[in-house]
């Protein structure tokens, strides 16, 4: 399996190298040559699998698809180290509820960090250290995180052999305790930098970072974010697993899922597995205020918006106006026209802030070929999707959950199960679950007094140099 630039640049990639790199050379994203394709009888043969050797074997059937530079035992092993009861607290790793005839919530909340990140990054921790250890070199991470990816990054990176993290953060727009699981960590691979201005700003700081391919080569930088191939490689695992839970039998029809999403990451690995065959129906891509990916299902024109015009929301994990996982798509869209996409993505965003593929008949047919539908929740609508679920099922969801059930319910087909990819446990967003509920979500203990524990972070304005030149300081 070879992996190519959605830019266009000439070099084709094994897993291992895309794997420490993050992004190309000419500033795309990684993506396969072609999609591994599944039919009838490799989904018959995998839910088999699923059903009696459960998550960690299934996630090893995909992997195994993409990833051919890995001793087949090895990385078998790297996926039953990695999805166990222990580490997920439950043996389904990622159980199904059912909340009422043809809806139901998927639960990947169940990681060290209680947010779905936790899925991709435990993998990609055991990955790393596995690829490190077989060269005898070292990785700095450079992230950027609006609540999750960081702390999912972090509590999979603490302590891993030749691993470093510098995690950017937007300045007080998580939510107290996003901000207290990144903070209260003093292991001292890690380092937290607390940008001044919005997500966007520390996502444009790891690509420019990323761009400068001499910083890059000597301070060996490497990427968490879903710009990382093999991250968003683990979440197409859990949309076979969600089908598998849904459905019967492989002729049981085709399911749709509903994913909150602001980076297109989640979103994307639904979009890979359809690719793959996965009988997906519908991609219902569900935003909150900042609607940016709304507008482009709806539109045809994707409009990025400066930090000032970024709203601070309720569900702050979704506060993006740049999905930086967008581009994958967008380069599928297109007949993976790689000159086209670089002009998109490079030139006219950079320029303009802007492009608009109304008129192209490809955007006009998307959603027959793709599945990708969207919606938009606001504040009031988190409020309502949180009482009613709570009120009419017992289920307390997070705010990100309720954006996405909330567009979920307007999208809903006869015969046709619906699944709502669950992103977080409530008590991340406790404050917003206290205004609708009246009450505080259940805190697991061992996150008991974490706001009031010690902080290691180091704040820094929005600017490239500074945080180039901490990472620098802090490589031995």
Same mark, same amino acid.
């Given at each position: 399996?070879k ?15 895309? =794997? ?14 072609t999609y ?26 995909? =992997? ?38 043809? =809806?139901?919530l ?19 921790? +055991?990955? /790393?250290?596995? #690829? ?7 990785? +700095? ?17 603490r302590?891993?052999?030749?691993? @470093? ?43 420019a ?18 710009? +990382? ?18 459905t ?56 990025? @918006? ?12 979704m ?43 490809? /955007? ?29 099922f ?16 307007? +999208? ?16 991340? /967003?406790? #404050?917003?679950? #206290? ?16 706001e ?25």
């Open positions: 399996m992996y190519l630039s959605t830019r266009g640049h000439a070099d084709r990639k094994r897993f291992c190298e895309i =794997l420490l790199e993050g992004l190309a050379p000419d500033g795309g994203l990684y993506l396969p040559e591994p394709q599944v039919n009838a009888a490799l989904l018959d043969s995998w839910r088999a699998i699923y059903r009696e050797s459960g998550y960690a074997a299934l996630a090893f059937e995909v =992997l195994s698809l993409y990833i051919d530079d890995i001793p087949a035992a090895d990385l078998k092993a790297i996926c039953s180290k990695t999805y166990t009861e222990e580490v997920f607290g439950t043996p389904e790793i990622v159980p199904l509820r059912k909340l009422e005839d043809g =809806l139901y998927e639960a990947l909340s169940n990681g060290p960090t209680l947010a779905f990140k936790d899925m991709a990054m435990q993998l990609l921790g +055991n990955l /790393f250290e596995y #690829e490190l250890a077989r060269r005898g070199e070292e990785l +700095n991470i450079l992230g950027a995180t609006s609540g999750d990816t960081g702390s999912a990054a972090e509590y999979a990176m302590g891993k052999k030749g691993v @470093r993290v510098f995690m950017t953060s937007p300045q007080g727009r998580m939510s107290p305790f996003q901000q207290a699981q990144m903070f209260s960590l003093q292991d001292a691979n890690i380092h937290n930098i607390a940008i001044e201005g919005v997500f966007d700003d520390c996502q444009d700081i790891v690509k970072v990323s761009n400068d391919l001499a910083f890059k080569r000597k301070y060996k930088i490497g990427t968490v974010n879903s710009i +990382n191939w093999a991250r968003l490689l683990a979440q197409v695992v859990y949309y076979f697993a969600g089908y598998f839970q849904t019967a039998t492989t002729d049981g029809g085709k399911v749709s899922f509903t994913v909150p999403s602001g980076n297109f990451g989640n979103v994307c690995a639904g979009h890979v597995a359809r690719m793959m065959g996965l009988p997906i129906a519908q991609l219902v891509v569900a935003t909150n205020e900042n609607d940016v990916l709304d507008e482009f299902f709806r539109t045809g024109v994707y409009r990025v @918006r400066a930090s000032a015009d970024t709203h601070e929301t309720s569900s702050p994990s506060d993006i106006s740049k999905a930086s996982n967008f581009e994958r798509f967008v380069f599928d869209l297109l007949g993976r026209d790689a000159a086209r996409v670089a002009d998109l993505f490079g030139a006219q965003l950079s320029k303009q802030g802007r492009f608009d593929l109304s008129g192209d008949t490809t /955007f006009q047919s998307a959603a027959q070929h793709y599945g990708f539908i969207s919606g938009k929740s606001t504040h009031a609508d988190r409020l309502q999707t949180i009482r009613d679920t709570f009120a009419r017992g289920t307390m969801i997070d705010t990100h959950t309720a954006d996405g059930l909330k567009v979920a319910r307007q +999208n809903l087909q006869p015969g046709v199960p619906m699944i709502v990819l669950e992103t977080a446990l409530p008590i991340k /967003f406790a #404050e917003t679950i #206290e205004e609708a509920l009246g009450q505080l979500p259940p805190r697991p203990a061992k996150f008991e007094g974490i009031a524990l010690p902080k290691r972070v180091q704040r820094m304005p929005a600017d490239v140099a500074q945080v180039k030149a901490y990472i620098a300081a802090h490589t031995s």
